[in-house]
């Protein structure tokens, strides 16, 4: 007899297939090895007494505060462990319930059957500007196209082009000195089609520079400001591009002087449904939500972010994470050198680890060979 214990994140379907099991048993013993965590806040403590039985009615749990069973504080905090299948009957339970729990239950149907995509993508980081927080990537001219082609070859799925500096602290430029770092570059890429070897994004939130670009093969628009100006949604629809939505509290001048959230989570999350409503009324169909780690955030907020990905998955967009080479990398772990690479690597991977999509780097081959690794490892 052997006996071994098993990492919790390998392909259990394909073990499970290997061993013989029958189709039905693979569905129901992989449900079992995979649970949901999920924190329910100001939870009215009678619906949290009969959210506790109904859950291990089923074989789920609650936890809640010490006092809750005997209603000593009228409003709880609790956390659900649940593993899909449970969390579907619960959901049913919950929808007849008094106390807010038929609201609740919509909350938490929202997380069924949720779809992570773990075949990421790589966007390929190239500015035109020379005030860039990480200078090795400041490209020109021909040194712009070369590096673009280097970023393809190593493993880019997109560019993202920008011209202006977003890091904390940075003075905004007119739309017109935009253009003039950006047009040479997009113009060379349109002349040489680029734009059928890979898929071309403009890092900005000007409408002159986005109407240049998306005229020229550029049909992503990464806009840190999320459509807040109307033109720029207008634009999108009209000429059927992708929309990044950032969130971003503040802006890049002030976003760092303390930033607070009331809930975190629960704050980027209505964000975004607003800006995915806007973005839906001008027609655009293709949406990518990218929380803006850095951008208004504190350590702790950027980790949560990270952190829990997932959350967001369940407004059915793809998610898109851009740690690479931030300042929050340092915090973690001062060094005496501004290489951040190893840094960047990590959170990334946990990023696509907990739904991310996308990840915009600085290093495209080294996050190709990282993402390959941890797939092979993943099974």
């Not at 619960?90 to 992570?116: D, I, N, R």
């Not at 000007?206 to 109307?230: K, M, Q, S, W």
């Not at 998610?319 to 990334?348: C, E, Q, Y």
Request: charged letters at 25%; glycine letters at 8%.
């Amino acid at each position: 007899m052997v006996v071994e214990k098993l990492s919790n994140c390998i392909d259990l379907h394909r073990e499970l297939k290997a061993l013989g099991v029958d189709g039905g048993g693979v569905s129901i013993l992989e449900d079992k090895a995979h649970f949901h965590l999920i924190r329910i806040r100001d939870l009215h403590v009678g619906a949290a007494n009969i959210l506790k039985q109904d859950a291990l009615s089923i074989g789920a749990d609650l936890a809640v505060p010490r006092g809750t069973v005997t209603a000593s504080i009228p409003r709880v905090d609790a956390l659900l462990i649940a593993t899909e299948r449970q969390l579907q009957q619960l959901v049913k339970k919950e929808k007849a319930q008094p106390f807010g729990l038929k609201a609740l239950s919509v909350e938490l149907e929202s997380f069924c059957h949720l779809k992570h995509d773990e075949d990421a993508s790589i966007m390929g980081i190239l500015n035109a500007n020379d005030d860039s927080f990480y200078h090795a990537s400041r490209f020109q001219g021909s040194k712009a196209i070369e590096r673009i082609e280097t970023m393809i070859v190593e493993g880019a799925d997109m560019i993202d082009l920008g011209g202006v500096s977003s890091r904390p602290g940075s003075i905004a430029v007119s739309a017109e000195e935009e253009l003039s770092r950006v047009a040479p570059i997009i113009d060379a890429l349109y002349e040489q089609k680029f734009y059928e070897k890979t898929a071309l994004s403009l890092d900005s939130y000007e409408p002159l520079v986005i109407h240049y670009a998306l005229e020229r093969g550029f049909r992503i628009v990464n806009d840190i400001t999320g459509l807040a100006n109307d033109e720029v949604a207008r634009l999108c629809g009209s000429y059927g591009a992708t929309a990044v939505i950032m969130h971003m509290q503040g802006n890049p001048v002030n976003m760092q002087e303390n930033p607070s959230y009331s809930s975190l989570i629960g704050d980027v999350e209505l964000f975004f449904r607003e800006r995915i409503a806007k973005a839906e009324s001008f027609g655009i169909k293709d949406i990518i939500l990218d929380c803006g780690i850095g951008f208004g955030k504190r350590l702790d907020d950027n980790l949560s972010l990270i952190t829990h990905q997932s959350h967001f998955l369940r407004l059915g967009k793809k998610l898109l994470v851009g740690a690479s080479r931030k300042s929050m990398i340092n915090a973690i772990s001062p060094s005496m050198s501004d290489d951040r690479l190893a840094g960047t690597l990590a959170i990334h991977l946990k990023a696509i680890e907990e739904g991310a999509t996308i990840v915009r780097v600085h290093d495209v081959k080294e996050h190709a060979q990282a993402i390959k690794i941890w797939k092979a490892m993943r099974g």
